[in-house]
């Protein structure tokens, strides 16, 4: 399968700017499966509820709909990042879709930073998705910093991690090696580009969209500045195998018993 | 506190030997904690369990009792990994002596590749221990793949991993970061240098022994050839504080609800 990470600059609040943006950059790169960065349609530095609670969607909302009459007409799949409105909750949460419509939804679990002022903390666990080149998992953004998240999700059979991005710290382009490493899978973390401020704070995001492998190699890395996609041809089924060499399995070697 | 750790290159068999050079390395370079590497006083490469029970040593043994008279002279501690004989089973173990004695034992939970042939899989979870500059944990070379490794250790309340190392792999220096990073640790990887052939298999070790901060900085690398000594002054109790920012501290953000 082609995997493509899509590394996008969104203007804070111009969601259909932000989504027009993202269909040109999938249009220009035939690809199998994208993954957009977290929160790509509305931007990411809201300064107050009332600011997130005008730009949320339900899950089927605009975005949702221009991204699954995308994903229908090039018969792929997409992982992408929006803000949810349900009902008088918000959610940081990124849904999977593909030719057949709507497959999963994930919350981000991990709130960083200002987020806790605006955001609710996912209430789905790590819930893993069938598509037909494998299973898929999705975290978003700070989910790494928390080993369990991307465990969770392998030892339910996830083969390939995709992980929507905000980031604002340096570490987790290099983290993402161990993250894979550890679990012999795939992951595709879709960074965005450029800075955000407003009255509160400037975020700068670091970009290095990147597709790791399950043997921590790093078949794609994009720059720190620049719009782009990212692409690799990989096969899932490789991170089936999770045999270090012949007398270590990753998974038979956890030993819950040793751990608190 | 100054914290050392201690790369060697051990001579297969030679415990006197072996002993002795660690024993020159130390008292050249005075430091209140020593880390030194993985069965630091037989070498690695064990071709039977024959050898093994022939260099093997009870908890208390010549290894021990020197190390202990060392860390009384000097009033510093010493993590060192030996092949522990337990009866009639060999443990790929570590200890801690301080200038009270014997302060506490681990035993190897994740055995790497033949280690499997020759040790059992250690028995006593991940134990932490009181030193008087703060709270200490042992984990042993590969158990660095398993994240619920250091994550059981900081949990329990360590504020710095002796890690005593035989690398073969290349990638546990740059993860030893991450390890740092996702739980606001200090870590001592003391690896050994050289190769060791024997009938069945030639082994060769990475050294890049090095001390890590709870920020993911190397506060000191050694290089992949020589034995030495790498130095870090470090205050224990900045591992105390898990605060990342105003918003996250990162154990009470782990969420257990949506683990596995």
Redesign the interface.
């Known amino acids: 399968m082609k995997l493509a990470v899509v590394q996008t600059n969104p203007i804070f609040g111009d969601i259909q700017k932000n989504i027009d943006n993202a269909i040109k950059l999938m249009s220009n790169t035939p690809a199998d499966f994208y993954v957009l960065p977290e929160l790509f349609n509305t931007g990411y530095n809201f300064s107050s509820r009332n600011e997130l609670e005008n730009l949320a969607e339900p899950i089927e909302g605009q975005t949702f709909f221009v991204l699954q009459a995308f994903a229908r007409q090039r018969q792929c799949y997409i992982a992408y990042g929006f803000a949810e409105s349900d009902g008088i909750v918000f959610f940081n949460s990124a849904a999977l879709v593909g030719p057949e419509g709507l497959i999963g939804l994930y919350r981000k679990?991990?709130?960083?930073?200002?987020?806790?002022?605006f955001f609710k903390?996912?209430n789905l666990?790590?819930p893993v998705f069938n598509t037909v080149f494998g299973k898929v998992g999705i975290m978003i953004c700070?989910d790494w910093?928390?080993?369990?998240?991307m465990?969770?999700l392998t030892?339910?059979g996830a083969q390939l991690v995709a992980h929507p991005s905000n980031l604002v710290l340096p570490?987790c382009p290099?983290?993402m090696?161990?993250?894979c490493?550890?679990n012999k899978v795939f992951a595709a973390t879709a960074d965005r580009v450029g800075s955000e401020e407003n009255a509160d704070i400037k975020l700068s995001f670091i970009g290095k969209s990147e597709i790791v492998s399950p043997k921590?190699e790093i078949l794609c890395r994009l720059d720190e500045t620049s719009e782009g996609v990212g692409l690799a041809e990989i096969d899932l089924s490789v991170a089936l195998n999770k045999k270090l060499?012949e007398?270590?399995e990753?998974f038979e070697?956890?030993?819950q018993?040793?751990?608190?």
């Open positions: 679990v991990h709130l960083f930073y200002r987020e806790k002022l903390k996912g666990g790590f700070f910093y928390f080993p369990e998240a465990r969770t030892i339910k570490y290099d983290a090696i161990t993250r490493l550890e921590g060499n007398y270590n990753l070697d956890r030993d018993r040793s751990y608190f």
